[in-house]
């Protein structure tokens, strides 16, 4: 936490990986596109997130509550870059017009921290850009955020299966799209069938409307699922939306 005072703010245009992330899509765009896709997203660790694997998650929480002033002059200059890697992307692809910002640290935090110090450095990283789409994974611990998350334009979030499509509508008040939440490991990669498709309907039947919903995991697709699950992932899901 010493060595805080010491950093500046590196250049993502020729400083660590970035340059080499941006000359990689670069190089694949001709392909992405030719497969009818294109690249749609600026991408980023959330600002928390990034402080933790500078400093480490217990190091990063320890210091947050021990000695917050270097927190906050180490999170002001991590989101300066932040913005500025958001930004850079969106200029060198112009089909971009959603931005994804990953933060599971922000899970860690009860609603006082939360507001100290994530609230404002997530509301200049999701203002970066002028886009359509503003993007929010945290699948730690997300009741804490929830309720704050459309005051920071976030309009779409993805969250721990933990938590029910029910209670998250209630705690973010329908103002947010909702992108889960069938269990990942348990239920699509290792479940079967049968028990995706009772973890589908264990996750919509609650709801009494299914707007601003998009049917997937509860925290990202896992590795190595089993076709026949995605499958019975993907009859479920349009048995039960058209009831």
Same mark, same amino acid.
């Not at 929480?61 to 917050?68: F, G, H, K, S, W």
């Not at 969250?159 to 029910?166: D, I, Q």
């Given at each position: 936490i010493?060595?805080? #005072?010491?950093?500046?703010? !590196?250049? /993502?245009?020729c400083d660590g990986l970035p340059p080499f992330v941006l000359k990689r899509l670069t190089h694949l765009q001709s392909r992405i596109e030719a497969e009818g896709h294109a690249i749609r997203?600026?991408?980023s660790r959330g600002p928390l997130n990034v402080a933790s694997f500078l400093l480490g998650n217990t190091e990063?929480?320890? #210091?947050?509550?021990?000695? !917050?002033? /270097?927190?906050?002059?180490?999170?002001?200059?991590?989101?300066?870059?932040?913005?500025?890697w958001l930004q850079l992307q969106a200029k060198t692809f112009p089909t971009i017009?959603?931005?994804l910002i990953l933060d599971d640290i922000v899970g860690f935090l009860g609603e006082e921290d939360f507001l100290r110090f994530a609230e404002p450095h997530l509301r200049a990283v999701f203002q970066a850009l002028d886009v359509t789409v503003r993007f929010f994974h945290n699948d730690a611990p997300g009741r804490i955020?929830?309720?704050?998350?459309?005051g920071l334009g976030v309009n779409l979030f993805n969250?721990?299966?933990?938590?029910?499509?029910?209670e998250m509508r209630e705690w973010t008040g329908g103002e947010v799209t909702l992108l889960g939440n069938i269990p990942p490991r348990d239920v699509m990669a290792d479940g079967t069938p049968e028990e995706v498709r009772r973890a589908v309907r264990h996750a919509i039947d609650p709801l009494d409307d299914t707007r601003r919903l998009i049917l997937s995991c509860g925290g990202g697709m896992p590795p190595g699922a089993?076709?026949?699950?995605i499958e019975a992932f993907l009859d479920a899901c349009g048995h039960r939306l058209k009831r």
């Open positions: 010493e060595a805080v #005072a010491e950093i500046s703010k !590196p250049d /993502p245009r997203f600026a991408v990063f929480l320890t #210091a947050l509550r021990m000695t !917050p002033e /270097p927190i906050h002059h180490l999170l002001e200059i991590i989101t300066d870059f932040t913005v500025d017009d959603g931005v955020c929830a309720p704050h998350l459309a969250f721990s299966h933990e938590h029910s499509l029910a089993p076709t026949e699950n």
